[in-house]
């Protein structure tokens, strides 16, 4: 079965540069969360979208942006990076009507250098 | 006080028997839980869900619910070496439907 597709697996920035996530939902899921996690810490939510708006906000820096594309795949753009920003970024997906169960991409490990 | 609280262990069980697993939620209005097993390093991967007070078994899983405890459970049944990580718990609140909320995570080790 498909599953959540995140890319790049693994990025190294320098601190003030730009990333860009990107994660393509399992096909039909129309709900995507990205969710950061940093070492020995449990994931933190980040953002939601739902049919290709923003449904929640959680604790993610003015920094970061991120949007629902109209083929459901979502980016996650992070700008002026800092070493604290180096984590796991999860994305994970929800079908509709599923009672929120979401399933996980890989993830994309962030090391900011 | 975090949303969702859980023990952080680690949680030490011998292979074969039981391990229970424990998590609380604050917010009243949550509708639904879930278990997700993390091995280090690797993402989420969601083992249980439930929705409705009482008990919901899947194979050597089973949750328990009791929302006026505000309370959730998962029991391992016949504990195997590989049921050992990290074990969240994670309610959605129904006042924000897409917003899915994680304790911190009961590290779980089976001693063989």
């Known amino acids: 079965a498909a599953g959540v597709i995140q890319s790049p697996r693994h990025l190294i920035k320098e601190k003030r540069e730009t990333a860009t996530l990107k994660c393509y939902p399992i096909?039909?899921?129309?709900?995507v969360y990205w969710y950061q996690q940093g070492p020995g810490q449990d994931p933190q939510f980040l953002i939601s979208f739902y049919e290709k708006m923003q449904s929640d906000k959680g604790s993610i820096p003015d920094r970061f942006s991120a949007q629902q594309f109209s083929d459901y795949h979502s980016e996650l753009n992070m700008s002026s990076l800092e070493l604290g920003d180096s984590a796991l970024y999860f994305c994970?997906?929800?079908?509709?009507?599923?009672?929120?169960?979401?399933?996980f991409g890989q993830g994309t490990r962030l090391t900011v250098v | 006080q975090k949303e969702v609280e859980q023990n952080s262990g680690p949680l030490s069980v011998p292979e074969g028997a039981i391990a229970s697993l424990n998590c609380t939620y604050s917010d009243r209005v949550s509708q639904s839980f879930f278990w997700y097993r993390q091995y280090s390093g690797k993402s989420p991967e969601l083992i249980m869900s439930i929705y409705s007070n009482g008990d919901k078994e899947d194979g050597r899983f089973t949750a328990q619910l009791n929302k006026a405890s505000q309370y959730v459970s998962l029991l391992i049944r016949d504990s195997q070496p590989s049921d050992s990580a990290t074990y969240l718990c994670?309610?959605?609140?129904?006042?924000?439907?897409?917003?899915?909320?994680f304790g911190s995570g009961t590290r779980l080790s089976i001693r063989p």
């Open positions: 096909p039909r899921h129309d709900t």
């Open positions: 994970a997906s929800s079908s509709p009507g599923g009672l929120l169960k979401a399933f």
């Open positions: 994670a309610v959605n609140r129904y006042s924000s439907a897409s917003k899915i909320i």
